[in-house]
């Protein structure tokens, strides 16, 4: 009986100890679970802070990281080259440590255009406006979705982004015309890419001495390629657009061909300054009301002319320097009986200067990228640049250009220092500031010697470098004389009137009729309507162009006709067909299009 009873005890004992032992280890499995799921959740919420970190938005990181997995990434490009291409991207990813951008392969993938190995040749897309240059392509590596299980959590950005590249961050020149400007207009292409938009600078540049300006593109803060690693080594944006609109770039800088304008510049000075207009805003400034030229007697407006009227002077203090800088102002403010006032990218901020310059009547500066800020001139404003030793004005002309876009309505005058004592060279700095010193002693002498810089390719031309990096002594009496002469040929600005852009639509009803004189003549009479749009325009002068080609023959006939019907007789053949294109033009060659052909049988 207590042998059971002793037995008893110890099933019952052990029965206790497997309990106890079943609970720890339910316990310990439990735990091991929780703490697995709570570092799970730890990560997750780690990825979600860091996406937090570049953006005010809020993101479901599992939501993200599912659409990622099952539907990988999606691009969706417009433009039939890669010099004219920009993509939309959902879920472009970027890993850091590779330094490649990476397109997720899944069964719900879509790439358009799907061009497979032809998108290297050389690229998908520019990053850059500067077309086709080596240094600014973009393309990306592709792996299947199911390769992000052995691949760093990625972090999300849940910011519309627009990955681009500066082209040369330093300098103003650049800065606007290949990058805020294109950037702009980009952004105005796209709907969701408004100021609430990040910009993403993939270039590898720091941000240099004009990264404010980029800053008014948008909000938040442009993102830094070399940033991007302190988010994690795997970067999704799940909204991108790549690449950038070249439609307002207006210059091209001799990398193919010496330096000059683009052969098909589509951007006017209208849009430019919308552009102007817009960043002004941004920065607070107001413009200065154009005067108004119309009205009033000639003494009042000659007072009001006196009162508001300024010249500003670019003041450089390192490199490119008028030597007499305090005579050329003094110059000039006894020639034009006007104000003059001096600023400086070095001592002021940039908004100070825009400010004044947008009231200016008259701007002066050396050659430099300076001269970009022209753009914010107000309509009637002239350009004078001033061009060292040896240098060509009209083999250098990004300002020149500028001034001369329809819209810009600003009045461009060069200056050219043709006195070689009258220079001061600088052979012994570095040769990227215009030192010679480096070359050997014939090539030295020859530059030295030489009294104009040949056309050359960019960017390293020494003859270049070393001219254009002169300090100079203006000669004030041929300054003046090249003044007043340029001045001459300003045209007086009146209230723009938006017709004057405007171009005629296709003229109406063109209709021709032929008849048979003799054996040997014939005549042929072409007759239209005038474009629908003209009866709502005031338009000073208005014309029409008549093409007319012997049908199968190579060459056609051109005619400027100031009427609306015409018999042609001179040249034109009995039992033979012609065909007959019409079109009209506006004062300032403002061209219509072309109405159908007409076939004409004499």
């Known amino acids: 009986m207590r042998a059971s009873v002793a037995g008893c005890r110890m099933s019952v004992g052990a029965l206790v100890n497997g309990l106890l032992v079943s609970v720890v280890a339910a316990l310990l499995w439990k735990y091991s679970k929780l703490s697995e799921h709570a570092a799970l959740l730890e990560e997750e919420l780690h990825m979600t802070q860091q996406s937090q970190e570049v953006s005010q938005a809020r993101i479901d990181y599992h939501v993200a990281l599912q659409a990622l997995q099952e539907h990988g990434t999606r691009m969706v490009c417009t433009g039939k080259m890669h010099t004219d291409r920009i993509c939309r991207f959902d879920y472009l990813c970027y890993c850091s440590e590779a330094e490649e951008f990476v397109f997720f392969h899944s069964n719900s993938s879509v790439m358009l255009p799907n061009l497979g190995s032809r998108r290297f040749q050389p690229a998908l897309l520019d990053l850059s406006s500067v077309e086709d240059h080596n240094t600014q392509y973009f393309n990306f590596v592709e792996l299947p979705a199911a390769a992000l299980k052995f691949m760093p ?221 022209s753009l914010f001139l107000p309509r009637g404003a002239a350009v004078v640049e001033l061009f060292p030793f040896a240098v060509n004005p009209e083999q250098y002309t990004p300002y020149k250009t500028l001034a001369s876009l329809p819209g810009m309505d600003l009045h461009y005058i060069s200056w050219r220092n043709t006195k070689e004592e009258n220079t001061v060279t600088h052979p012994d700095r570095s040769w990227e500031q215009g030192g010679i010193a480096h070359l050997d002693k014939e090539e030295q002498d020859r530059i030295q010697a030489s009294k104009e810089v040949p056309r050359h390719l960019c960017c390293r031309n020494p003859e270049w470098l070393f001219r254009i990096y002169q300090d100079t002594l203006v000669d004030i009496p041929s300054f003046l004389e090249v003044l007043k002469e340029g001045m001459k040929t300003k045209p007086s600005l009146k209230k723009a009137k938006v017709a004057s852009m405007v171009h005629p639509g296709r003229v109406r009803e063109p209709k021709c009729q032929t008849s048979v004189q003799t054996t040997n003549e014939a005549k042929l009479t072409v007759s239209w309507q005038i474009p629908w749009n003209l009866k709502f325009l005031k338009v000073r002068e208005v014309k029409y162009e008549v093409w007319i080609q012997e049908q199968g023959e190579n060459t056609y006939m051109p005619y400027i006709l100031p009427q609306q019907n015409y018999t042609f007789s001179e040249n034109i053949k009995p039992f033979t067909t012609y065909l007959v294109w019409v079109r009209c033009i506006f004062n300032k060659n403002l061209l219509g299009p072309f109405a159908d052909v007409l076939t004409c049988r004499t």
């Open 153 to 373: 959590k990625p972090v999300f950005v849940p910011d519309i982004t627009l990955i681009l590249n500066r082209f040369n961050p330093d300098n103003l020149m650049h800065v606007f015309h290949d990058d805020l400007l294109p950037a702009y207009y980009t952004m105005k292409q796209y709907s969701d890419l408004d100021d609430e938009a990040r910009l993403v600078f993939m270039e590898g540049w720091g941000e240099g001495p004009h990264f404010d300006l980029y800053r008014l593109l948008s909000s938040k803060q442009p993102l830094l390629k070399e940033q991007l690693k302190n988010f994690g080594k795997l970067m999704c944006f799940t909204k991108s657009y790549v690449g950038l609109s070249k439609m307002t770039t207006w210059y091209q800088y001799g990398f193919v061909q010496p330096q000059g304008p683009k052969a098909n510049i589509l951007v006017s000075g209208n849009e430019i300054r919308q552009f102007a207009r817009a960043l002004m805003d941004k920065m607070n400034i107001t413009r200065v009301e154009e005067m108004e030229k119309e009205g009033g007697s000639a003494e009042d407006e000659k007072e009001k002319e006196k009162k508001d009227d300024y010249i500003v002077v670019f003041s450089r203090s390192t490199t490119r320097l008028i030597l007499n800088e305090a005579e050329l102002i003094m110059a000039l403010a006894q020639e034009f009986q006007m104000r003059v006032v001096t600023v400086s990218l070095e001592e002021q901020s940039f908004p100070s200067i825009v400010e004044v310059i947008s009231g200016a009547s008259m701007l002066v500066s050396m050659h430099g990228a300076q001269l970009i800020t």
